[in-house]
């Protein structure tokens, strides 16, 4: 193999599958190279063919057509050098739970057979790469989601491969997990010229590829550096923002008019991308400001464009009857000294806030902050250890079943049953929250055609994309109309695209009274709440509207930090501190 | 009546979770029903064809006769005829025959001199129960030669013989013991893949969060979760009532109700015990796990194979626990001796009791399993 | 195959092995679970058998006659005034047989005429009464013997039985159905250990990180099958251990046969696994398999309790596919009747061509590749 020659080529690449009697193209035509001492990114939204595309690399599936040539390795010839060679590390990274740190660490050490001499300075590398030391004795199951992502990129790297390949290596991780993750990529392609395909579901991250692949629906959309994507964009980017009016509100306004690709609430405003050759709307009381372009409104508008769906995801909300004008009570959630222990572990520590009708409330943490355990509390899942859990009104240990029949719950699984259709699916769901005749009818109806499930009706789920999986499990949560929702992590893996979707619904539904409790990893999210609560290490850390939580991470070098940065620090703070009392 | 419109939901999701894919379709329905035949073919304690070899050192009139009745009986089946006792320790030992019989030299003579004649008989006790069954099909032959010769030649008669009569099964064909008690052992097979993996499933699958959120009731569940186990168990059983009557033509001369009462409150024993494994594991391996260790003892201390009264004390105490033990009562009560509700009562209410300890204890765990 | 990724992949699985305490309890407690409860809840040797004695007359006679019954262990005789009632108890499951010395039975004795004595059991289960009637039998020879005696005239019968019952003299059941048990139970837990192994790796995502690895697909799978293979000849050595020792069951061949003999047979088994769990990879599916096709086909059709010869030939052609069968034939061989190399040779060759089929079914269809 020639210096300098790309360290991964694929020409004219096709791969289908057969499922049932269908044969279906997961990937087609797709050509491009993978050079030495760069991050090559691999972009698109859920089903575009992506983790196919990452298998063909690694050996692990063979073509239909066109060649993959790896470290110079034809994989139909030579499937097993590749397997050899290539550093891979598939989506669900496979750790061995019952096995410690160490153990994995060594079982791959083995398998790559990595000298004994050079192990320790290896372990050492990696071990301070990933902030694992510590933790070696450690078994992985009981490593917090983003530490098993950190583990797993250690094990793929014991021995340095020239080649990596990382499957969404960042999905559901911490904001903080997913920053060290890509310290320690960028570490590898600096440090050792190592070529890196990566794809990822976060955009921002697009930003630090050298060169990006845009896939949709199997085909390469475009590709380059994301600095020729936003150069596309220039002047079309601005932020909007009204005297007084929230994000959420300036967001409405703005949701009839066809002049923008995309309009996402940000701090205090609305961040909006003008089509190209439109002209600027005069809005009466919004102010448009410049900003710079980002990838992620290239991204948009090329995704719009290949799939054109309707011009507005929130303009097809239909008005849910009642509205907040009924009798539900001012604060919806009131949670007072609540605690949880789990054996002498306390997962929870005595926490308290209220929620308001008709509010977003966020509830944001690093894995293993005990989000997931206060959300389980707050369903009536888990009986609290001791404290206080109003729900409607209504206290969730003594009369649950009350309190049950007016929340709607969707989990981070979209937990549906698989083996029925979606029109079952809904069927059940309104039927189990007690939904009769016409209004039964009526609210399956609703569903089908507000949620545009009436092409799927009859398909099982499991054959649902995932951005539908979680349409329909938002219906399922939303038949009987609930004063409040529980939302879990609702939109992890799920593609920009559908995200923007979904938080036009939801913010539809606060605007006509809901409740809505959400969790999420996704900070640009946070921006949407109106309250947030900032967990760590089971207590609160911080609370109040996003911009307060913001202002407390403000610091002479970081004059205007996003959600990000907020988190980061805060956290990291109470981290530090925490263990130095300890 | 808001209750009403919830079950039926989930009943209906129930019925069209196991019954819309057709892996898990095969499973209920092709298995029971061809091990039902399979067992119930293979499943027999009566002996036929066993091998025999015979060295006859008489070749006399009389032993070719006692020869003759043997080659006559199905039961055996003559391998070879020995020309010298050589060969017999090694063909028994080899498998090659079960039984070896030899006619003494003076077989004849001693006969015609009313002196007794010697036979020596040879079995394999590898297997001890075919040893004595075979011991006591070759009695069954010499014995209705010793009558015959008896009664021609002029000897004396025994001052008393036994008249053998059998109640209920007068061949004394096991295959009417086994075959309902495989009926039994299916209908609990069906009952525990129906129930015993369904609420770990939807553990693993996160569904079952989602229906504790809904206002459905634990107990609600449970109906929901066990009606489909009695639907589908009281159909597949009542297809292998009539396989078993029509097809091995085993004699049905009870009551049906109180065939159809018992198989309902042994369905909800099962049932019962499927749901409490179910809903007590985290995962289907642990699920499985529960299946198994329920199963395999079950099987063993209901008295299908062995009876219960041969067991050690401590043991039969233990039968007490299990439902397929009534069950096989009531099957082979109604079957064979023609029972009626009357007298299985006492079978009926173990039953009962075991289903709904079993059920509450379940209905516990839906909310209280300890995470 | 490298020696050093194997090794790696054997610690691993022996690691997961030590943490994992369900496989742990598959291999040892289970096998002493079942060896107990199969140990003392098996038993085909009727004890104490309940049965009505009727003396419609009652004289010196008959209760010479009845002497018989009281003193034998077998029996737990029990007095009833007249037939109506023993009928009764008979048909309440209070006694499984009745014996009727009718009005004129001692007549008929005392003037050496064939006297009726009637004997009837409840032939539903029919070999329980089979095993009864041989019983009643026994001591009806006795009383003959004893009144012959007194007579001072010999009792002749035409012909003399004298018959030899090898391996197994006294005819313990334990003896035969111990070591059969040892093949059900390891087919049990050589499947259950493995079924789920490599189902497991794919459901948990593993697969995939060890197939993007450079170990070869026959490291992955040897480096399952020996630490499972280790570990289930830990299980068999406890069983052995406890029915010789607990069971006292004697073992007459050599204990190096059979431990080889023991470890073909675990090949078997744990192929059998390995291939179901390849072929499902996912765990429901796998473990309903090994529900359906490891413990009733290896408990009925092995010939640990129903004897094959009696099959009819299309099952006994499908009990050929049963690697138990082979094995209960060489436990029972090995542990009664000593090292008999034709039936060792045979069978073993039977059980090294079933493992090599399933081993190389599984290495055929696992391939290092995702599609």
């Given at each position: 193999m020639a210096a300098g020659a790309p360290l991964l080529e694929v020409h004219d690449v096709r791969k289908t599958f057969r499922a049932a009697k269908e044969v279906i193209t997961a990937v087609s035509d797709v050509s491009f190279t993978v050079p030495a001492g760069a991050i090559t990114g691999l972009l698109g939204p859920d089903g575009a063919g992506k983790t196919t595309l990452m298998r063909l690399c690694a050996g692990l599936l063979l073509p239909d057509s066109g060649r993959v040539v790896a470290l110079g390795f034809d994989s139909r010839q030579a499937a097993y050098r590749i397997q050899q060679s290539v550093g891979y590390m598939p989506q669900r990274f496979g750790l061995y739970e019952d096995l410690t740190v160490q153990e994995n660490l060594d079982l791959f050490a083995d398998l790559n057979g990595v000298a004994r001499a050079l192990r320790p300075a290896r372990y050492a590398d990696l071990l301070r790469l990933t902030g694992l030391g510590p933790f070696g004795k450690r078994l992985a199951r009981d490593l917090s989601g983003g530490m098993k992502q950190k583990l797993g990129l250690a094990c793929t790297l014991v021995r340095p491969p020239r080649l990596l390949v990382l499957d969404e290596p960042t999905v559901g991780v911490d904001p903080i997990s997913r920053r060290e993750l890509w310290a320690i990529v960028s570490d590898l392609v600096s440090g050792s010229g190592t070529g890196i395909l990566v794809s990822t579901a976060y955009l921002d991250e697009a930003e630090r590829c050298q060169n990006v692949l845009l896939v949709h629906r199997g085909k390469v959309l475009d590709q380059g550096p994301p600095g020729d994507f936003r150069a596309r964009m220039a002047g079309r980017s601005f932020f909007a923002t009204g005297a007084g009016a929230s994000g959420r509100a300036i967001q409405a306004s703005l949701a009839g008019h066809g002049e923008f690709v995309d309009a996402v609430v940000q701090r205090d405003g609305v961040r909006v991308v003008l089509r190209p050759d439109a002209p600027m709307p005069v809005l009466p009381g919004i102010a448009f400001t410049p900003v710079p372009p980002r990838f992620e409104d290239a991204f948009v508008e090329r995704l719009r464009e290949a799939a054109p769906g309707p011009a507005g995801a929130m303009a097809s909300m239909v008005p849910a009857q009642g509205g907040p004008q009924d009798g539900s009570p001012e604060v919806m959630i009131e949670v007072h000294d609540l605690r949880r222990l789990f054996g002498s572990f306390e997962a929870v520590r005595g926490i308290s806030f209220r929620v308001h009708r008709g509010q977003i409330f966020g509830l944001l943490g690093a894995n293993g902050a005990g989000k997931t355990t206060t959300f389980r509390m707050l369903c009536g899942l888990l009986p609290p250890s001791s404290g206080t859990l109003t729900v409607a009104g209504v206290d969730v240990r003594s009369a649950a079943a009350a309190a049950r029949a007016r929340m709607g719950y969707m989990s981070q699984k979209f937990s549906l049953y698989g083996d029925l259709s979606v029109a079952q699916n809904l069927a059940f769901f309104s039927a189990a929250y007690g939904l009769r005749g016409a209004r039964r009818a009526q609210r399956l109806r609703w569903a089908a055609e507000v949620f545009e499930l009436d092409p799927f009706w009859d398909i099982n789920t499991t054959e649902l994309a995932l951005g539908f999986k979680q349409r329909l499990a938002l219906a399922c949560a939303l038949i009987h109309e609930p004063r409040i929702l529980f939302l879990d992590e609702p939109t992890s893996g799920v593609d920009p695209l559908a995200r923007r979707e979904f938080w036009g619904r939801i913010n539809a539904l606060a605007e006509q009274g809901v409740t809505i409790m959400v969790t999420t990893h996704f900070m640009e999210e946070?921006?949407?709440?109106d309250e947030l609560v900032l967990m760590s290490l089971g207590s609160i850390l911080a609370a109040g509207p996003p911009a307060q939580i913001r202002a407390r991470a403000k610091t002479e070098a970081m004059p205007d930090p996003t959600m990000d940065d907020a988190f980061i620090a805060l956290i990291a703070a109470h981290e530090a501190q925490t263990r130095r009392a300890s | 009546m808001g209750w009403y419109g919830r079950v039926r939901a989930l009943v209906m999701k129930e019925f069209l979770a196991l019954l819309r894919s057709k892996a898990s379709r095969t499973v209920l329905i092709v298995p029971p029903l061809v091990q039902l035949i399979v067992f119930s073919f293979a499943a027999t304690f009566n002996l036929q064809h066993v091998p025999v070899v015979i060295y006859d050192q008489d070749q006399g009139g009389a032993s070719r006769e006692l020869i003759a009745r043997f080659a006559g009986s199905r039961y055996f089946s003559i391998e070879k005829m020995l020309a010298s006792s050589q060969h017999i320790a090694r063909m028994i030992s080899d498998k090659e025959a079960l039984l070896a019989i030899r006619i003494g030299p003076r077989f004849s003579q001693d006969l015609a001199l009313h002196r007794s004649a010697r036979v020596a008989v040879l079995v394999d006790g590898r297997n001890s129960n075919t040893a004595l069954v075979a011991l006591g099909d070759v009695n069954a032959v010499i014995q209705s030669f010793d009558n015959r010769w008896a009664a021609t030649h002029g000897w004396h008669a025994a001052p008393a013989v036994l008249v053998e009569r059998a109640w209920f099964n007068p061949d004394l064909r096991s295959r009417w013991f086994i075959v309902p008690g495989i009926v039994g052992l299916l209908t609990l097979v069906v009952a525990l893949l129906v129930t015993g993996l369904s609420v770990a499933r939807e553990r693993e699958a996160g569904t079952f969060d989602q229906l504790l959120v809904t206002p459905l009731a634990p107990w609600e569940i449970l109906v929901g979760k066990a009606f489909p186990g009695f639907l589908i168990g009281t159909l597949e059983a009542t297809l292998i009532i009539l396989v078993a009557v029509?097809?091995?033509?085993?004699?049905f001369v009870g009551s049906i109700w109180a065939l159809y009462l018992g198989l309902l409150l042994f369905l909800l024993a099962a049932i019962g015990v499927g749901l409490a494994i179910s809903s007590a594991s985290a995962t289907q391996q642990q699920g499985l796990l529960g299946v198994f260790l329920f199963m395999v003892p079950a099987v063993i201390l209901s008295g299908f194979a062995t009876p219960i009264a041969n067991m050690p004390r401590a043991v039969q105490y233990l039968?007490?626990?299990?439902p397929l033990r009534y069950f096989l009562i009531i099957l082979r009560g109604v079957f064979l001796?023609?029972?009626g509700i009357a007298i299985l009562w006492t079978q009926y209410v173990p039953l009962i009791f075991i289903g709904l300890v079993t059920m509450t204890i379940a209905t516990f765990l839906f909310r209280h399993r300890l995470t | 195959m490298n020696g050093e990724r194997l090794l790696a992949l054997m610690r691993k699985e022996m690691l997961q092995i030590v943490r994992d305490p369900s496989s742990i309890a598959i291999a040892f407690v289970m096998p002493l679970f079942l060896l107990l409860l199969f140990g003392y809840g098996v038993s085909l040797d009727a004890r104490h058998v309940p049965i009505a004695l009727v003396a419609s007359h009652p004289t010196p006679q008959t209760s010479a006659f009845f002497a018989g019954f009281q003193g034998s262990p077998y029996f737990n005789p029990r007095l009833y005034p007249d037939m109506p009632l023993a009928r009764r108890a008979l048909m309440g499951r209070d006694v499984d047989g009745i014996v009727w010395l009718r009005a004129d039975f001692s007549r008929g004795t005392l003037q050496g005429a064939a006297a009726p004595v009637s004997v009837i059991v409840n032939g539903v289960n029919a070999n329980n009464a089979r095993i009864i009637e041989g019983y009643v039998q026994g001591v009806w020879a006795s009383w003959l013997a004893t009144q012959a005696q007194r007579r001072g005239s010999p009792l002749i019968l035409p012909v003399d039985v004298r018959s030899r019952v090898w391996f197994n003299p006294a005819l313990r059941s334990h003896d035969y159905l111990v070591p059969g048990l040892i093949a059900v139970i390891m087919t049990l837990i050589g499947a259950l250990l493995t079924a789920l192994v490599v189902a497991r790796e794919w459901e948990r995502g593993t697969m995939e990180a060890l197939m993007a690895s450079p170990a070869t697909m026959a490291e992955i799978l040897v480096g399952k099958l020996i630490p499972y293979f280790l570990l289930g000849m830990g299980g068999m050595g406890i069983t052995l251990v406890l029915a010789m020792g607990l069971f006292s069951v004697p073992l007459v061949g050599s204990f190096w046969v059979l431990v080889l003999c023991s470890a073909l047979f675990l090949m078997t088994a744990l192929g059998m696994g390995l291939l179901i769990s390849t072929i499902a990879k996912n765990q429901f599916v796998a473990g309903m398999i090994a529900l359906v096709a490891t413990y009733l086909p290896a408990f009925i059709l092995s010939g640990f309790i129903f004897d094959i010869h009696s099959m009819p030939w299309p099952i006994r052609a499908v009990t050929h596919l049963i690697a138990a069968r082979y094995f209960v034939s060489i436990l029972q061989t090995l542990f009664l009747a000593g090292d008999v190399w034709p039936v060792i040779a045979r069978n073993s060759g039977a059980l090294v061509l079933i493992a090599a089929f399933f081993l190389a079914l599984v290495a055929r269809i696992s391939r290092k590749r995702l599609d």
């Open positions: 946070a921006e949407y709440c | 029509f097809g091995f033509g085993v004699p039968t007490y626990l299990n001796e023609g029972d | -």
